[in-house]
């Protein structure tokens, strides 16, 4: 049975400074804190007193000394404050500094600029045919859109068989192909609704101007209300491989799993490029309300 909770495995990138040690006397123990923010609390404190003996701030006054001495101790305990990632707030100075050029926080992307900066964010050559993405690095990607099995509504043998079928399946996946799930919130598609309204003019031998305007009408409601404004929640299974094989076997994977069982995923749908390149301009772009290619009438 899977479990009900997991912990998060230590990093590999965990060094000796990394380790955290409590420091306790008579009774009393402090939080426990990582070496190297007491070694930048200590050493910030040994900077201090030496910046107010041994510098231009000593031949100072009083006031100026305890001022600047209090501004310096709020600053080592604030930059000596761990985030979230276990990393002191001072390692965040370097990409702050690099951050606040205007040039630095902002990529045109007008047909006459480089299009360099905003080719080193996106990170892909090309797009093939059949939907097959090819990255600067060497790697190959295929998108899916995929419908799962999850609902507020589960029994609790229906949840448990759900979690040990996700947990049996991750445990089987290797570390060469990246598996990301991604979810948006899209105009719904009406691509097949809208070719079949156009099939039935097509085949319509009364040219009555009512069955027209009838017809005229359900097209804009597809296009202008159902394919524009009303938008619906869509999930895509992005598969990254560190090459061509690599992605074949996870496609393998994939593919046993959704024959396999309807557990985990219940359908995966290879997008090709016409219907990869629109999931990605969500990211890139953003979601244009308006259909340029589905404005003109039946008529």
Same mark, same amino acid.
């Given at each position: !049975? ?21 420091? =306790?006397?008579? $009774? ?34 009083? !006031? ?5 001495? /209090? ?8 930059? $000596?404050? &761990? ?7 001072? &390692? ?24 360099? +900066?905003? *080719?080193?964010? %996106?990170?892909? +050559? ?7 993405? @090819? ?7 295929? %998108? *899916? ?5 999850? =609902?507020? #509504? ?7 068989? /759900? ?28 691509? @097949? ?10 085949? #319509?031998?009364?040219?009555?101007? +009512? ?14 209300? %159902? ?5 619906? /929640? @869509? ?15 996870? @496609? ?8 396999? =069982?309807?557990? &985990?995923?219940?359908?995966?749908? %290879? ?7 629109? &999931?990605?301009?969500?990211? *890139?772009? $953003? ?9 003109? =009438?039946?008529?």
């Amino acid at each position: !049975m899977a479990k009900t909770s997991y912990k998060v495995p230590t990093s590999l990138n965990r060094s000796f400074l990394d380790h955290e040690i409590t420091l =306790s006397k008579g $009774g009393w123990a402090a939080k426990p804190s990582p070496i190297k923010q007491l070694l930048f609390f200590g050493g910030g404190v040994l900077a201090v007193l030496w910046i107010t003996t041994q510098t231009f701030v000593a031949s100072s006054g009083p !006031m100026f000394i305890t001022f600047f001495v /209090i501004w310096a101790l709020l600053a080592i305990g604030y930059f $000596g404050g &761990m985030t979230k990632t276990k990393e002191l707030r001072a &390692m965040t100075i370097p990409a702050l500094l690099a951050y606040l050029p205007s040039r630095a926080r902002t990529v045109y992307t007008r047909r006459s600029s480089d299009p360099s +900066d905003f *080719y080193s964010i %996106v990170g892909i +050559d090309g797009i093939e045919e059949d939907g097959r993405i @090819h990255y600067s690095d060497g790697g190959e990607g295929q %998108v *899916y859109l995929v419908v799962g099995s999850a =609902s507020y #509504l589960l029994f609790d043998e229906d949840r448990i068989g /759900i979690l040990d079928r996700v947990d049996a399946f991750w445990r089987k996946i290797e570390s060469t192909c990246e598996w990301s799930f991604i979810t948006t919130k899209e105009p719904q598609r009406i691509y @097949h609704q809208v070719a079949s309204l156009e099939e039935r003019n097509h085949v #319509l031998q009364v040219r009555d101007p +009512d069955l027209i305007e009838l017809q005229n009408e359900q097209y804009d409601i597809l296009t202008q209300h %159902v394919g524009g404004k009303f938008t619906s /929640i @869509h999930q895509y299974l992005l598969l990254r491989g560190k090459s061509a094989d690599a992605l074949r076997r996870a @496609h393998t994977v994939l593919q046993a799993e959704v024959e396999g =069982s309807a557990l &985990m995923i219940k359908e995966a749908t %290879v997008l090709d490029r016409e219907e990869t390149e629109p &999931m990605l301009r969500v990211f *890139y772009q $953003g979601i244009d309300d308006e259909l340029p290619s589905l404005k003109a =009438s039946l008529s």
